[in-house]
């Protein structure tokens, strides 16, 4: 084990690696992402759709099933924020404290849990199951 570490969800960061992720150019993160994200988090259809692109008129989300190979995409978007939340603190100006982020993450992915094998996906189930095994982390 590296001296000067610390363990962040599954990732193992270094001192130095861990320095480098709390002094990065607020320029590369707006605090509007968290505030979207939470939006979309919050609008999401009941029973659970994805976001997967939004139209090219109004810049609305258009949704689509769980068995849609996409559909691990955003609720992952919920555990990379937390991460973030982790790394670089939750502050006003970050807006990373709007929302409990892994809840939101948790939450989106329960309506991955119940696909079986059936679903006709293929190959790209990676992407769909990702966020249900973050689920036990």
């Not at 609305?60 to 790394?87: D, M």
């Not at 006003?92 to 006709?120: E, Y």
């Amino acid at each position: 084990m590296v001296k000067n570490s610390i363990m962040v969800g599954s990732l193992h960061l270094s001192a130095s690696a861990l320095a480098l992720a709390t002094s990065i150019p607020s320029e590369l993160f707006s605090s509007l992402i968290p505030q979207k994200v939470s939006n979309t988090f919050k609008a999401l259809p009941n029973p659970i759709q994805y976001p997967q692109y939004t139209d090219t008129t109004a810049g609305n989300w258009l949704y689509f099933t769980p068995n849609t190979w996409t559909s691990g995409f955003f609720p992952v978007t919920g555990y990379a924020l937390n991460t973030r939340k982790q790394l670089c603190g939750a502050t006003t100006a970050n807006g990373l404290a709007t929302a409990d982020w892994l809840d939101l993450g948790r939450r989106a992915s329960n309506g991955l849990l119940s696909l079986d094998a059936d679903h006709g996906i293929g190959h790209d189930v990676g992407f769909i199951s990702f966020p249900s095994w973050r689920n036990w982390l």
